[in-house]
């Protein structure tokens, strides 16, 4: 069975403390790994897909790493604007997962002015 | 503006009645989905659609249905033997089941008393 766990499950930061989440996933083949934004009592954000081990992708002051085990959100000097809470999710190579996704229970973040 | 727009935004219905929430994209997509988002757990597929007239189940579907009439439009309806409906509904599509991007609308709130 596919899992992902993130972690911590809150976080609290100071303005400008730059920080990372975790993103653990247990899945038989990755197809792609998925980072998302969402804001409370909204739809979430498309942030970034990673595909490979090894793989970055950045915006603004976000940056997404990816290992055969897990996935890295880099927060660098962060502002208030970016607390939200970031969603990890996996797509496994299964053909009977075709277009699924795997979510995790999601980061909350919280930065402080 | 393409997006994908979900109404209402908030929903309230008396427990023993069925409710159906819609969803619509204009971004030409062939593929969309539910999902449910409670607290503290991450999003749950309910059922998928990866092209017109043809849908699966997800992950939870019991109590749920859905339609794929046009490809523009996926609703789902909650029935009354869906045992505990009250929770945050989204509705996502993406081009294709094979680009695995997906895009969220806005969400429907519905609460079940």
């Known amino acids: 069975e596919d899992q992902v766990t993130q972690s911590p499950e809150a976080l609290r930061l100071q303005e400008g403390e730059s920080s990372s989440l975790n993103c653990s996933y247990t899945?038989?083949?990755?197809?792609?790994l998925f980072w998302y934004r969402q804001d409370p009592g909204k739809g979430p954000e498309f942030l970034f897909t990673?595909?490979?081990a090894g793989e970055e992708k950045e915006k603004e002051r976000l940056k997404a790493t990816l290992t055969k085990k897990e996935s890295f959100l880099h927060i660098t000097a962060p502002k208030p604007e970016d607390s939200a809470t970031y969603l990890c999710a996996v797509q496994p190579t299964r053909e009977t997962s075709y277009g699924k996704l795997t979510f995790g229970q999601g980061t909350i973040l919280t930065v402080h002015p | 503006d393409g997006g994908i727009t979900q109404s209402p935004k908030y929903l309230f219905r008396k427990e023993g009645q069925n409710v159906t929430l819609s969803c619509e994209q204009n971004?030409?997509?062939?593929?969309m989905y539910w999902y449910r988002q409670d607290p503290g757990q991450g999003l749950r597929l309910i059922y998928y659609s990866q092209i017109v007239n043809d849908f699966q189940k997800g992950d939870i579907a019991e109590g749920y249905s859905v339609s794929r009439e046009k490809k523009e439009s996926f609703p789902l309806t909650v029935t009354s033997a869906q045992k505990n409906p009250t929770a945050f509904y989204l509705c996502?599509?993406?081009?294709?089941?094979?680009?695995?991007?997906?895009?969220f609308g806005p969400g429907t709130r519905l609460t079940v008393t």
């Open positions: 996502a599509s993406s081009i294709s089941p094979a680009v695995y991007e997906q895009y």
């Open positions: 990673l595909y490979s």
């Open positions: 899945v038989s083949g990755l197809r792609g």
């Open positions: 971004l030409n997509h062939d593929a």
